[in-house]
């Protein structure tokens, strides 16, 4: 390519790109944006209210066959291959709900059941999945944790 038609290429672009954003500037002042707004993924994590704090997490907790606790994790952990960005849906379409959870496939069950146990580092009887939103307030410079409200979203058990 010559110098010539490289000049003008880029004289070409440096004159649509303006009109183009002109363009999209007035088409969004009167109808619409053409084409929809990127939208971030919900960071937002922790609520406040005056000196009270709201913090919402979803956590799996893992029991042996015996019904003892064993651990707890955040879902991120679980699906370490996910990026952490696509948790949030990936919780929100997975477990809605008990029903959902016994309606599984077979696989399903199977991939929860391997996961669960290289978690937990043993055997795991069952997994619950616990929404829990902590409520804490300002005292002073430190936070004061005041309640804890904890909701179990659902349970897979593993032994039947």
Do not use: C
Request: hydrophobic content about 40%; glycine content about 6%.
């Amino acid at each position: 390519m010559s110098e010539k038609t490289v000049r003008k290429i880029f004289i070409v672009i440096l004159i649509f790109l303006p009109l183009q954003y002109i363009l999209v500037g007035i088409l969004g002042y009167y109808k619409a944006e053409p084409w929809p707004a990127f939208v971030f993924p919900g960071f937002k994590n922790v609520y406040q209210i005056q000196d009270h704090y709201l913090i919402r997490e979803t956590r799996f907790e893992f029991y042996n066959p015996q019904g003892e606790k064993i651990t707890s994790i955040q879902p991120y952990r679980f699906f370490p291959e996910l990026p952490r960005s696509q948790i949030a849906g990936l919780m929100r379409s997975l477990f809605p709900a008990q029903k959902e959870l016994e309606e599984f496939s077979p696989r399903a069950k199977e991939f929860f059941y391997e996961n669960s146990k290289k978690v937990a580092g043993q055997d795991v009887g069952r997994m619950e999945i616990v929404h829990s939103v902590d409520f804490l307030e300002s005292g002073g410079d430190n936070l004061v944790a005041d309640s804890t409200k904890r909701e179990l979203i659902g349970v897979i058990d593993f032994t039947k």
